[in-house]
């Protein structure tokens, strides 16, 4: 008997890998194709898995906060009452939602819809980027909107940690938005997987626009928290660098998509960061949100060399801002 063979894996992980990558349709290939049963090389390992039944999301903590920002541009007392639930928000959960963002709900739709008929045209059409059923009109009227949310989210976040109105802005946190159209086919074993594995944003901040089937979930004090889908409202999320700035007072938290059987889902996150472009800034602790009480808790860095530490370490649950912790 060779010894060898003892060491011979359950299966070709490699060549699996491999096979799957040359089809070149992604997992939407796997869903047109029909799969009954996912493939092996698509399971979740276990501890990914951990509460994945959606009785795990209520929680009696589970009111996922809605921030309603009707009145912030105008009315200086609406503002304020804004700004604290925004700093709340951002302080205990890292995620809330927003209404009455001004950006239009056929905006939103339109937007939703041409992801959706981007990835449903057949497989060929898909492999040349932008075809005619993807508007490239509803994606800069849809960045140009989200470019301009971000203005009054920086403005607000800033007067959130109690710093002028443009402090966010000037450090060039709202300069560039990276987008990011996710369509998760529906999954005949939705147990054995999930559409994201957990994970925190290497940005600013993220706005994320999901339509109606739901699956995103937040870790909010140890426990996995639906965030309700809501046709009206975008999901913003704080992402490592904010926290890295502000010093830990706002959090960058961990997130996932459960995989579903009910239907595809489709989400757009566009995340503001500046690493798409030469930026050389330095970005540290805040000098002042620091004191003696309160001294920096990070190094400072560009988002480039985050960005390229959080890579090289690889997506394994762990958080990149520890690398960078004094
Ligand atoms: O699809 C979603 O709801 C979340 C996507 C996400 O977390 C991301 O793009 O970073
Ligand atoms: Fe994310």
Redesign the pocket.
């Known amino acids: 008997m060779e010894a060898a063979s003892t060491h011979k894996p359950a299966y070709d992980r490699l060549a699996e890998l491999k096979s799957f990558d040359e089809t070149k349709a992604g997992v939407k290939g796997l869903a047109d194709a029909g799969i009954t049963h996912l493939p092996r090389i698509f399971h979740a390992p276990p501890h990914l898995l951990d509460n994945i039944s959606p009785s795990a999301a209520h929680h009696p903590n589970s009111i996922f906060p809605i921030i309603d920002l009707e009145g912030a541009s105008q009315d200086p007392a609406k503002r304020n009452a804004i700004v604290n639930k925004l700093s709340e928000a951002s302080a205990n959960w890292g995620f809330f939602q927003i209404v009455n963002h001004g950006i239009p709900l056929t905006t939103l739709d339109e937007m939703k819809s041409g992801v959706r008929r981007f990835h449903e045209q057949d497989a060929e059409q898909r492999r040349q980027f932008y075809t005619r059923n993807f508007s490239r009109e509803i994606v800069a009227e849809y960045s140009a909107e989200v470019v301009k949310l971000g203005d009054l989210l920086f403005e607000l976040l800033s007067e959130a940690l109690g710093l002028r109105s443009n402090y966010l802005k000037d450090l060039d946190c709202g300069r560039g938005i990276q987008m990011?159209c996710?369509y998760y086919p529906a999954c005949p074993q939705p147990e054995l997987t999930l559409g994201?594995t957990k994970?925190a944003?290497n940005d600013f901040i993220?706005v994320?626009l999901?339509d109606h089937i739901g699956g995103?979930q937040v870790l909010h004090q140890g426990k996995w928290i639906d965030v309700p889908p809501l046709p009206e409202a975008l999901v913003i999320n704080i992402g490592d660098f904010l926290q890295l700035i502000s010093n830990d007072k706002f959090i960058s938290v961990e997130?996932r998509?459960l995989a579903n059987s009910r239907g595809p889902r489709v989400?757009v996150?566009c995340l503001f960061g500046t690493y798409l472009f030469p930026n050389p800034r330095k970005y540290g602790p805040i000098e002042e949100l620091l004191s003696a009480e309160n001294p920096a808790k990070y190094r400072e860095t560009t988002t480039a060399e985050y960005v390229c530490c959080g890579n090289d370490k690889g997506l394994d649950g762990s958080s990149t801002l520890l690398q960078f912790k004094l």
Do not use: E, F, K
């Open positions: 990011v996710h994201a994970h944003d993220t994320l999901q995103l997130h998509v989400s996150a």
